[in-house]
């Protein structure tokens, strides 16, 4: 039977930019999903969860589009409110659509208080890579950010497709800069996407802020995982990703919905436990580049 005890961060009244300004500096590890529904989003809020990144990876997840260029900030805003009127406890990011920023820094301002406003959303989060960081500066001074650094999906044509970042040392010098800069542009959080996980780690020494990873490797303040991926209700095409982690249940007579809490309160346990994500689920940079960075000695737990 799975043990079900829900972890003592649940306790905490409600998640702020302070309590996981906190939790960094225990090096308690914070516990994020990607949810796009009040009724998941009350029960990771139940399971003991940290945050909910309500990403327009919904775009895929629910609506069934091959990508998340399709996001629009109507729908956008429409899935943060519904998170919202689940859980008055975790800290809700509400992510910002393509084209929604882009443009300059008073439209993606314009566009971060719409959100804030018609979804009542504690950050948003926009994707960011070298020429965007000036977006961050003009959000931070508005309301609070999360800066998404690594693999942009939205911009995955733009960095050569999905791939892993950080296998060279041209990589790292990159991502290192754009962290450091989101930091002092104001972000309030990270999120690196698909990073080799020794390069994850030394970025994530850069800055003082929490930051949460997705394929980012084990050495971060927290983990990010896509809600159907966990509970098994998206098809990827192909293979999937080695990033992700499913639930299988173990208790029969329950509903779905206690299968799902269950799945949550695993999913939380195991992060909160530091068991995922595991080896198994990790990219690494190449011996080669390591020595080259005198990263070498770094040893895979």
């Known amino acids: ?25 225990r090096g308690e590890i914070i516990c994020a999903l990607s949810i796009y529904d009040a009724q998941h989003a009350r029960l990771f809020d139940e399971a003991g969860g940290d945050l909910i990144i309500v990403g327009d990876s919904g775009e895929m997840a629910v609506d069934g589009e091959p990508d998340t260029l399709t996001a629009t900030m109507e729908r956008m805003a429409d899935r943060v409110r519904s998170v919202k009127n689940g ?27 719409r959100l804030i406003k018609e979804t009542r959303a504690n950050a948003v989060k926009a994707e960011i890579n070298a020429p965007y960081v000036s977006r961050i500066e003009a959000i931070a001074n508005a309301c609070s950010v ?31 800069t754009i962290i450091i800069e989101a930091e002092k542009a ?35 303040d927290g983990q990010l995982l896509i809600s159907s991926d966990l509970l098994g209700l998206y098809q990827w095409p192909g293979n999937p990703p080695i990033h992700f982690e499913q639930y299988f249940t173990e208790r029969q007579g329950i509903t779905i919905g206690e299968s799902t809490l269950d799945a949550f309160k695993w999913y939380v346990k195991g992060v909160k436990e530091k068991r995922f994500p595991s ?17 070498d000695n770094v040893e895979n737990e």
């Open 87 to 113: 859980t008055k406890r975790l800290f809700v990011v509400a992510d910002m659509p393509l084209g929604s920023y882009e443009v300059s820094d008073e439209e993606a301002t314009r566009n971060a208080l």
């Open 146 to 176: 999360v800066a998404h650094i690594g693999l942009n999906p939205n911009k995955a044509e733009m960095l050569g497709g999905y791939r892993t970042l950080g296998k060279t040392e041209k990589s790292y010098r990159e991502l290192a």
């Open 186 to 220: 104001g972000a309030c959080m990270i999120l690196i996407e698909a990073v080799t996980e020794e390069i994850a780690e030394k970025i994530t020494r850069e800055v003082k802020i929490p930051v949460i990873g997705i394929a980012a490797g084990r050495k971060l």
């Open 1 to 25: 039977m799975p043990d079900n005890t829900i972890p003592l961060q649940s306790k905490i009244k409600r998640v702020t930019i302070p309590v996981l300004q906190g939790m960094k500096k």
């Open 279 to 295: 080896d198994k689920h990790v990219h690494h940079a190449s011996e080669e580049m390591l020595r080259a960075m005198g990263l």
